[in-house]
């Protein structure tokens, strides 16, 4: 027996010698052959057995709690990885739309602006021909004629002034 728990050093295997405890410590003047009948070898034996398939499920039951607390550690874990990863997408997705919203505003609104800045300078040229009507209607037939003379000599002007910047531009580039 002491084979058995001391040699293999097993915890597990101790509780055997003191089932047999009893057998063991009997002195040899007081050990008769009755104390070692079958029947009392088979109750310590049983009880041995009983110890032993105690402890078994003892350790049985000791590892599956371990196994499922680390089972449910590593699950927690994985799931705060997954929803660390999900915040993290969601947060930039969130700032990409709202860039995208932001920059499609200000492009609306800088489309607003022009179209309201051609309106005001379609406006004003056409109150400058309308009171170019009016100014035209009012003078007389020979200066009418010299007016029309300088407007297509400020035409020319600028035209030729575009051709030159024209011109260098493409030069020099």
Same mark, same amino acid.
């Given at each position: 027996?002491?084979?058995?728990?001391?040699?293999?050093?097993?915890?597990?295997?101790?509780?055997?010698?003191?089932?047999?405890s009893g057998l063991l410590s009997l002195s040899p003047s007081r050990a008769r052959f009755d104390d070692f009948s079958p029947k009392m070898f088979s109750? &310590? &034996?049983?009880?041995?057995?009983?110890?032993?398939?105690? &402890?078994?499920?003892?350790?049985?039951?000791?590892?599956?709690?371990?196994?499922?607390?680390?089972?449910?550690?590593?699950?927690?874990?994985?799931?705060? =990885? =997954?929803?660390?990863?999900?915040?993290?997408?969601?947060a930039r997705y969130r700032g990409f739309s709202t860039r995208k919203k932001v920059g499609d505003t200000k492009a609306r609104h800088a489309e607003t602006?022009?179209?309201?800045?051609?309106?005001?300078?379609?406006?004003?040229?056409?109150?400058?021909?309308?009171?170019?009507?009016?100014?035209?209607?009012?003078?007389?037939?020979?200066?009418? =004629?010299?007016?029309?003379?300088?407007?297509?000599?400020?035409?020319?002007?600028?035209?030729?002034?575009?051709?030159?910047?024209?011109?260098?531009?493409?030069?020099?580039?």
């Amino acid at each position: 027996v002491r084979a058995a728990t001391g040699a293999a050093g097993q915890r597990g295997f101790s509780f055997v010698s003191g089932a047999f405890s009893g057998l063991l410590s009997l002195s040899p003047s007081r050990a008769r052959f009755d104390d070692f009948s079958p029947k009392m070898f088979s109750q &310590h &034996h049983s009880s041995a057995l009983n110890a032993v398939e105690d &402890h078994r499920r003892e350790m049985d039951a000791a590892a599956i709690k371990i196994q499922s607390r680390y089972r449910g550690h590593n699950l927690r874990k994985n799931r705060k =990885e =997954e929803y660390d990863a999900a915040s993290k997408l969601q947060a930039r997705y969130r700032g990409f739309s709202t860039r995208k919203k932001v920059g499609d505003t200000k492009a609306r609104h800088a489309e607003t602006l022009a179209y309201d800045k051609a309106q005001r300078e379609r406006q004003f040229r056409m109150k400058q021909r309308e009171e170019q009507k009016a100014m035209l209607l009012d003078l007389p037939a020979g200066e009418v =004629e010299d007016w029309q003379r300088e407007q297509e000599h400020v035409a020319a002007t600028t035209v030729q002034a575009n051709w030159k910047r024209h011109r260098a531009v493409k030069d020099f580039g």
